[in-house]
């Protein structure tokens, strides 16, 4: 029903600056969004217009340069550092192209890690991460290495290790990016499940296929979104309070032209 949530993500006015001077550039500029818990928000756009950027602000890697961030109704501005590295542990599960697994660890050391930083000794770390790789039928697997595992499987494991806090949001940077289509439609499956388990999910692809996994499909051009598009009409997807409209303020400097990705 159309109740009243509070979004997981808001962002206000936000830009991003790299570079000063005649090197200045607005990888984001002044871009407003909203994500309410339970969508699956797919973003697409040519290659240069922000995604990753905005991928990295909203996860708490990199900063804003102005604007506004509330993740859980807090604004991230005001929280120092440390805190934001907490709540980045305790809310925010990642997912890259290239999985980033640690080369010389097993399969379970792996999902286990981000436990670390939880204080959780290490046979309770073990036991919990087993758990979740029993969920993604892995658990023969744990004692493997990286490179003893196809790309599909090393991107279900970097699933795993993405859930082991119990994040409350997804986000994923074009987790198929590396995968042919049977380990892509695989991983995709997996994430639906656990978006269908109530999670909030938010992911880059260039793919335009998958985007039929998705609740909403946002579109980015030059740093700003362009299109925004609700793909299901899901009567149990919450609705934000209506905000007012906002005029997109002129970007500083014209960005260069950069050629888009096939
Ligand atoms: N550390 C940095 N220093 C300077 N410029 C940067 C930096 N990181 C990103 N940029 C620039 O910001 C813009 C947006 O980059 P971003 O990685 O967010 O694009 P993207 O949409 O994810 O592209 P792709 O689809 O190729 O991954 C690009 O023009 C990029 O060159
Ligand atoms: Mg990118």
Request: proline share 5%.
């Amino acid at each position: 029903m159309n109740e009243r949530v509070q979004p997981i993500i808001e962002l206000n006015e936000l830009s991003k600056r790299y570079g000063i001077g005649d090197a200045e550039y607005f990888a984001l500029s002044n871009l407003n969004l909203t994500i309410l818990p339970g969508e699956f928000v797919m973003i697409m756009g040519p290659s240069g217009c922000g995604k990753t950027t905005l991928l990295n602000i909203m996860g708490l890697l990199d900063r804003a340069t102005s604007g506004q961030y509330l993740l859980d109704g807090k604004a991230v501005e005001r929280i120092s550092r440390r805190r934001q590295a907490r709540m980045r542990g305790n809310k925010i599960g990642f997912i890259f192209q290239n999985f980033n697994l640690v080369p010389g660890l097993n399969v379970i050391e792996n999902v286990a890690l981000p436990l670390v930083y939880r204080g959780y000794y290490k046979t309770r770390r073990l036991t919990v991460a087993s758990k979740v790789l029993e969920r993604f039928h892995l658990q023969e697997r744990e004692y493997y290495m990286p490179w003893q595992m196809s790309g599909g499987q090393n991107q279900r494991v970097a699933i795993a290790r993405a859930l082991v806090n119990n994040p409350s949001i997804i986000l994923a940077d074009e987790p198929t990016g590396n995968l042919d289509s049977r380990n892509s439609h695989i991983v995709m499956e997996e994430l639906k499940e656990i978006h269908d388990q109530g999670n909030t999910i938010v992911m880059v692809t260039h793919n335009a296929a998958l985007t039929t996994y998705a609740t909403r499909v946002i579109n980015m051009l030059d740093g700003q979104i362009d299109t925004d598009v609700k793909t299901t009409a899901d009567a149990d997807l919450p609705t934000a309070a209506p905000k007012e409209p906002k005029k997109a303020k002129p970007r500083k400097k014209p960005r260069k032209n950069k050629k888009g990705k096939s």
